[in-house]
T-cell receptor, first 117, second 111 residues
Framework: GAVVSQHPSRVICKSGTSVKIECRSL??????MFWYRQFPKKSLMLMAT?????????EQGVEKDKFLINHASLTLSTLTVTSAHPEDSSFYIC?????????????FGQGTRLTVV | GNSVTQMEGPVTLSEEAFLTINCTYT??????LFWYVQYPGEGLQLLLK?????DKGSNKGFEATYRKETTSFHLEKGSVQVSDSAVYFC??????????FGKGNQVVVIP
């Protein structure tokens, strides 16, 4: 199946710094990628939809100036957590859909564990 | 809006026991339904799916049937192994390829 690679898998940063997480579709192109946040023992919360060549669509309650999303190519989307705080510590997961319009399969990255100290 | 509900709490069972995880959904129309599995420290992997009523998805001994009349998609496996220990998420696909997830169930299989 298709592969989505997320990098880094773990990152520890200091409060106030910014962290960039990359999501790459390795063997397919994806016009749409999704970013999720997962709290301990809870489900995945959709943060935003990343659209290649246009602005991301953020879910209600997600600060777009804090979680910057860039989807510069058909194989790469990045999530930057700006001015990180300890409450931003979480597991972030991306997914990418294969091309073909609606109802295409989603493939998930392995996730990034962010710890802000 | 669309939503997915999974049974509360973790599931602990012995090896070779029968596993059932309940999943019900609320949606307009007939969305595609999925089960994803997440192993510790990893992202999600698609386990199985069903795209229309009465479809049965199956993979690795797991099965789930799309029941329109009960709006359910319960996951079952006849004989679990220790390697099946993971978190299982039920999900439905909304428009524009968005996925709505249930809360997930931690499954622990004891040797």
């Amino acid at each position: 199946g298709a592969v989505v690679s997320q990098h880094p898998s773990r990152v520890i940063c200091k409060s106030g710094t910014s962290v960039k997480i990359e999501c790459r579709s390795l063997d397919f192109q994806a016009t749409t990628m999704f970013w999720y946040r997962q709290f301990p023992k809870k489900s995945l919360m959709l943060m935003a939809t990343s659209n290649e060549g246009s602005k991301a669509t953020y879910e209600q309650g997600v600060e777009k100036d804090k979680f910057l999303i860039n989807h510069a190519s058909l194989t790469l989307s990045t999530l930057t957590v700006t001015s990180a705080h300890p409450e931003d510590s979480s597991f972030y997961i991306c997914s990418a859909n294969t091309l073909g319009g609606l109802n295409t399969e989603a493939f998930f990255g392995q996730g990034t564990r962010l710890t802000v100290v | 809006g669309n939503s997915v509900t999974q049974m509360e709490g973790p599931v602990t069972l012995s090896e070779e026991a029968f596993l059932t995880i309940n999943c019900t959904y609320t949606a307009t129309g007939y969305p595609s339904l999925f089960w994803y599995v997440q192993y510790p420290g990893e992202g999600l992997q698609l386990l199985l799916k069903a795209t229309k009523a009465d479809d049965k998805g199956s993979n690795k001994g797991f099965e789930a049937t799309y029941r329109k009349e009960t709006t359910s998609f319960h996951l079952e496996k006849g004989s679990v192994q220790v390697s099946d220990s993971a978190v299982y998420f039920c999900a439905l696909r909304e428009g524009n390829n968005r996925l709505a997830f249930g809360k997930g169930n931690q499954v622990v299989v004891i040797p």
